[in-house]
């Protein structure tokens, strides 16, 4: 069985006011959320993101704590959804999440999704209204062309050649510079550059 676990923390470069509850080493210039998935979908920031989980199992963080980590399998079957964010129009946005990958899963999946962003009211994945990241499953393509347990995103090439699938957790940030139409990536603290993702459009994203 392929589980995830997700621990998620969300920010872009924009000035607010933050809450008593964010730990001390999250940081707060330009925080929209913090979600420890503890045991819900709850925004701990004064913007009170919250989000609806529907069939999460809550599992071990990277801590060994317990309900503090979120199985998500990568697809609509388990997710967190968050609906109209808040603060969140900025097209310079930062993705911190913490991930753990298995070293083994039955599922021929394209994708495991871990974040996707949507635009506007449609649900279809395009170039134009989504912004997603993701590990690359075992389909056949990916596994020609060496993408398959690496990350991903909007459908681009991997920019690192670390094969995810150890049962480690992971500490993964994608940097979306709106201006420019590109993403850095960051895994576990190493600058692994950036990659174009195209005409996708970063602003009134109304769906996590």
């Known amino acids: 069985m392929k589980n ?16 008593q509850t964010i730990p001390s080493y999250v940081p ?53 959804e968050i609906l109209n964010p808040i ?18 899963y039955a599922n021929n999946k394209y994708y495991n999704h871990i974040i996707t962003a949507i635009n506007s ?11 997603w990241y993701n590990i690359y499953g075992p389909y056949s393509g990916y596994v020609t062309q060496g993408m398959t347990n690496k990350l991903g995103i909007c459908a681009t ?3 690192h050649s670390n094969n995810l699938n150890d049962n480690q957790w992971h500490h993964v940030v994608y ?6 139409s590109k993403a850095n990536l960051f895994l576990d603290g190493v600058n692994y550059g ?7 459009n970063y602003n009134n994203w109304t769906k996590l």
């Open 4 to 19: 995830i676990y997700v621990f998620i923390l969300i920010t872009v470069f924009s000035s607010t006011v933050f809450g």
């Open 28 to 80: 707060t210039n330009g925080l929209v959320g913090w979600w420890p998935l503890d045991g819900n979908g709850n925004d701990l920031s004064v913007n009170s993101n919250n989000g609806t989980a529907s069939n999460i199992v809550w599992g071990i963080n990277r801590f060994g704590t317990p309900n503090t980590a979120a199985e998500i399998f990568g697809n609509s079957d388990r997710e967190i």
């Open 157 to 159: 090439m991997p920019l």
């Open 194 to 200: 950036k990659t174009s993702l195209g005409n996708i």
């Open 175 to 180: 940097i979306v510079n709106g201006d420019s």
């Open 121 to 131: 009211t449609v649900t279809a994945w395009s170039a134009s209204n989504t912004l």
């Open 87 to 104: 603060g969140i129009s900025s097209n310079k946005k930062t993705f911190s999440t913490w991930i753990k990958f298995p070293t083994s």
